[in-house]
């Protein structure tokens, strides 16, 4: 267990903004992290990931980096890399970690061969996502970029005619799409502060679709998350246990935040690893935190006393 509070009096640098498809999430978690820590006492400069962002971070002179850029450049694994090479300690999972729970098929693949259910699924790449033929497992099945956050270029698809559209608008994103079969029932998020898992948050969009979309996300009232989860507490523990293995499996360090959807009959199913979950303070791992008693400047605190190098 990291030290607490090994950085007091240290300049933390808060990265944000960035240039993905999540730069206003990434400007709202950052402003919140920044203004959690200035409340504890450290001294804090925001520096946003675009533009010459390697004179701003040299400027100001940081001796660690407390990182909230969702999507590419930022939980990729790419501005991990720069950090190493500067050799100035950062939050959150290493270069490997981050680059391989990004890409949706490879965590897939990863959690997979330790145990943790997956939904069945075809990979869409080079000359096979020019001209698409929906898998064998059938419709209803959900199309999705390889390495988007925020459900960006998701979609449900419930028959063929929306086939064509839906790879169309994935493709718009990566150049690997990953389809994967529907799963009916519910959707629960497990967050994991250095190796502590937290309890469990049902997700419940109001969405037409029942998709959890990016507008879902972040319109307020589009959503109601359930704290605690009114489900069979065996599921429970189940969960808790596959994000244990599966954090492990990834090499996930500070806070990450694993997604799961639960059939009829309880079967549950893993979806992504969140490496840089959203960290507003009503963001889902704060809600988990809040529940289980620690306060949103302990957790942002908590975090980022496991910052390092080399992870």
Same mark, same amino acid.
């Given at each position: 267990?990291? =030290?607490?509070? +090994?950085?007091?009096?240290?300049?933390?640098?808060?990265?944000?903004?960035?240039? #993905?498809?999540?730069? /206003?999430?990434?400007?709202?978690?950052?402003? !919140?992290?920044?203004?959690?820590?200035?409340?504890?006492?450290? $001294?804090? *400069?925001?520096?946003?990931?675009?533009?010459?962002?390697?004179?701003?971070?040299?400027?100001? =002179?940081?001796?660690?980096?407390?990182?909230? @850029?969702?999507?590419?450049?930022?939980?990729?694994?790419?501005?991990? %890399?720069?950090?190493?090479?500067?050799?100035?300690?950062?939050?959150?999972?290493?270069?490997?970690?981050?680059?391989?729970?990004?890409?949706?098929?490879?965590?897939?693949?990863? *959690? !997979?061969? *330790?145990?943790?259910?997956?939904? $069945?699924?075809?990979?869409?790449?080079? =000359?096979?996502?020019?001209?698409?033929?929906?898998?064998?497992? %059938?419709?209803?099945?959900?199309?999705?970029?390889?390495?988007?956050?925020?459900?960006?270029?998701?979609?449900?698809?419930?028959?063929?005619?929306?086939?064509?559209?839906?790879?169309? /608008?994935?493709?718009?994103?990566?150049?690997?799409?990953?389809?994967?079969?529907?799963?009916?029932?519910? /959707?629960?998020?497990?967050?994991?502060?250095? %190796?502590?898992?937290?309890?469990?948050? /049902?997700?419940?969009?109001?969405?037409?679709?029942?998709?959890?979309?990016?507008?879902?996300?972040?319109? *307020?009232?589009?959503?109601?998350?359930?704290?605690?989860?009114?489900?069979?507490?065996?599921?429970? @523990?189940?969960?808790?246990?596959?994000?244990?293995?599966? !954090?492990?499996?990834?090499?996930?360090?500070?806070?990450?935040? @694993?997604?799961? +959807?639960?059939?009829?009959?309880?079967?549950?199913?893993?979806?992504?690893?969140?490496?840089?979950?959203?960290?507003?303070?009503? #963001?889902?791992?704060?809600?988990?935190? +809040?529940?289980?008693?620690?306060?949103?400047?302990?957790?942002?605190?908590?975090?980022?006393?496991?910052?390092?190098?080399?992870?």
């Amino acid at each position: 267990m990291s =030290e607490k509070g +090994r950085f007091r009096g240290k300049t933390v640098g808060v990265f944000l903004g960035g240039e #993905s498809s999540e730069r /206003e999430v990434s400007l709202r978690t950052g402003g !919140a992290a920044a203004s959690a820590l200035r409340r504890k006492g450290y $001294p804090v *400069v925001e520096i946003d990931i675009r533009g010459d962002w390697l004179s701003a971070i040299r400027k100001a =002179e940081i001796d660690v980096a407390f990182i909230a @850029l969702h999507g590419r450049l930022g939980e990729d694994g790419c501005i991990q %890399g720069a950090l190493e090479l500067a050799r100035v300690p950062y939050t959150g999972s290493g270069v490997a970690a981050s680059a391989v729970s990004m890409s949706k098929v490879l965590a897939k693949r990863v *959690v !997979a061969a *330790v145990g943790v259910p997956c939904a $069945p699924d075809t990979v869409f790449e080079g =000359e096979a996502l020019a001209a698409p033929a929906p898998p064998a497992f %059938g419709f209803p099945l959900v199309v999705k970029p390889d390495r988007e956050g925020s459900t960006v270029g998701v979609s449900v698809v419930r028959d063929l005619g929306g086939w064509a559209g839906a790879m169309a /608008e994935a493709g718009r994103y990566d150049t690997r799409v990953l389809v994967e079969a529907y799963v009916p029932g519910r /959707e629960i998020t497990v967050g994991i502060v250095n %190796g502590r898992v937290l309890p469990a948050i /049902e997700i419940v969009p109001k969405s037409a679709s029942g998709l959890y979309d990016y507008h879902s996300k972040y319109t *307020v009232g589009q959503t109601e998350y359930v704290i605690p989860v009114p489900m069979d507490r065996d599921i429970l @523990l189940r969960a808790a246990e596959f994000t244990r293995a599966a !954090a492990s499996a990834l090499s996930l360090r500070g806070a990450a935040r @694993l997604d799961y +959807r639960v059939d009829p009959a309880g079967n549950l199913f893993f979806l992504e690893a969140n490496t840089i979950p959203g960290m507003t303070e009503t #963001s889902l791992l704060p809600k988990a935190a +809040r529940f289980d008693g620690v306060s949103f400047e302990d957790l942002v605190e908590e975090i980022l006393d496991d910052a390092g190098l080399t992870k």
